[in-house]
């Protein structure tokens, strides 16, 4: 039972860091290299990482949806791939409406590698290449050099809230057990060595003790 308790508290763990890691806003500092717009396919497989159809997407009757994307470049020269698709009112609750702005501005930004433009592109996801998966951008902002690394506080203020929402949530729990599973248990522990005390007794009547 011990073991099994360990592998749920450890299992809940990684999904928790997993729904943060894809959910919360992450900075990257790049180069825009292209803006363009892809028939791209949306599947069952795939379709959680995309925006839903009620938000302005136009998707064919095969599955294929006109999505706008963002090649940049990493200061080390990895690549990077954004999506640009507005989010809408339920989830993710960025509330993204302005993808036509953010795609004219990326256009905008765009430089060679002879005079970079760094920019800092806040997104959220992951990218995944084998279901063609890729973060959406939310926000494009430009910056002085390759090594400006703007404090990513959306993200930081979430956590604190988490953070005190669990501690707020593990002191509740600690004055539940103090004051209501405590002395329940010591009832229950009390009524049970009384159940004992009677049994007992009644088997040395039975025994002629």
Do not use: C
């Amino acid at each position: 039972m011990r073991n099994l308790q360990i592998f749920l508290g450890v299992l809940l763990g990684v999904a928790v860091f997993a729904f943060l890691d894809y959910a919360l806003p992450s900075r990257e500092t790049v180069r825009i290299t292209n803006t363009y717009n892809r028939l791209t396919p949306v599947t069952a497989r795939n379709a959680i990482f995309f925006a839903s159809e009620d938000t302005g997407t136009v998707q064919h009757s095969s599955g294929q949806r006109d999505v706008r994307y963002i090649d940049t470049v990493r200061p080390n020269g990895r690549v990077r791939v954004y999506r640009n698709e507005d989010t809408g009112w339920v989830w993710p609750p960025y509330f993204k409406y302005d993808s036509s702005n953010l795609h004219a501005r990326a256009t905008d930004l765009q430089s060679s590698s002879g005079a970079p433009q760094w920019v800092s592109v806040t997104s959220y996801g992951w990218r995944i290449p084998w279901l063609t998966a890729y973060p959406n951008a939310v926000s494009i902002n430009p910056v002085v050099t390759a090594d400006e690394r703007p404090l990513n506080w959306p993200a930081l203020a979430v956590l604190v809230a988490l953070g005190l929402f669990l501690a707020l949530l593990w002191r509740l729990w600690n004055r539940f057990q103090r004051r209501t599973l405590g002395p329940l248990a010591e009832r229950v522990d009390a009524r049970g060595d009384a159940v004992r005390g009677r049994a007992r007794g009644w088997w040395d009547r039975m025994r002629g003790r």
